[in-house]
């Protein structure tokens, strides 16, 4: 079975911040990785699809990156609804997650 | 707007059944494999079974092999999880989640329901 590894656990930053969230597959998944963002109580959201591509209607500050087994996730300029936790995800399998905190 | 909704969760106790539906609409059901994925409290995301937009094939996690079964009705759009045996460790918030591609997977998941909770308690 594929094993997805995201770091850091969790990551403080403040407002305004470039922010870049790694996810590692334990092999090869071409670029079939996906992000999304969850909030406390909260359904997750598709941020990223196949790597790079950003789903309709995420701000364009939102960026992945990556292939094979290593891959990110980039905010460019953190925001306060950023303050989120990150999951990054390759069909059954998710990483452990990434809290973005308030610094 | 795609909407799915969770139904069917509350509190069990240990060894009981229980069964969750999801209700999806504005899209073309069976077109699309459709997954259950759950988060215990505090805890990450894990996905728990999928089946194929045609209800032919079934996958599930080893936690839950043998005690779930998955099923739809794509005559009225819906997604089942009937689960039984139920254990302490199956406390969570369920989501029925869309497959983002309509043939075969596309490893991603572009829409969630809101959740419905499931308690397993002595």
């Known amino acids: 079975d594929i094993q997805m590894t995201q770091s850091p656990s969790t990551l403080s930053a403040s407002v305004g911040d470039r922010v870049t969230i790694t996810c590692r597959a334990s092999?090869?998944?071409?670029?079939?990785l996906a992000w999304h963002q969850q909030k406390p109580g909260k359904a997750p959201k598709l941020l990223i699809y196949?790597?790079?591509s950003l789903e309709s209607g995420v701000p364009s500050r939102f960026s992945g990156g990556g292939s094979g087994t290593e891959f990110t996730l980039t905010i460019s300029s953190l925001q306060p609804d950023d303050f989120a936790t990150y999951y990054c995800?390759?069909?059954?399998?998710f990483g452990q997650g990434t809290k973005v905190e308030i610094k | 707007e795609v909407q799915l909704v969770e139904s069917g969760g509350g509190l069990v106790q240990t060894g009981g059944s229980l069964r969750l539906s999801c209700a999806a609409s504005?899209?073309?059901?069976?077109?699309?494999?459709m997954s259950w994925v759950r988060q215990a409290p505090g805890k990450g995301l894990e996905w728990v079974s999928a089946?194929?937009?045609?209800?032919?094939?079934?996958y599930y996690a080893d936690s839950v092999k043998g005690r779930f079964t998955i099923s739809r009705d794509n005559s009225k759009n819906t997604l089942s999880l009937q689960m039984n045996s139920l254990r302490a460790e199956d406390t969570a918030v369920y989501y029925c989640?869309?497959?983002?591609?309509?043939?075969?997977?596309?490893?991603?998941?572009?829409?969630w329901g809101p959740g419905t909770l499931v308690t397993v308690s002595s």
């Open positions: 989640a869309k497959d983002r591609c309509s043939s075969g997977t596309c490893y991603s998941f572009d829409y």
């Open positions: 504005a899209f073309t059901f069976s077109r699309y494999a």
């Open positions: 089946i194929s937009g045609s209800g032919g094939s079934t």
């Open positions: 092999q090869s998944i071409s670029t079939w």
């Open positions: 196949k790597a790079s």
């Open positions: 995800q390759h069909g059954g399998t």
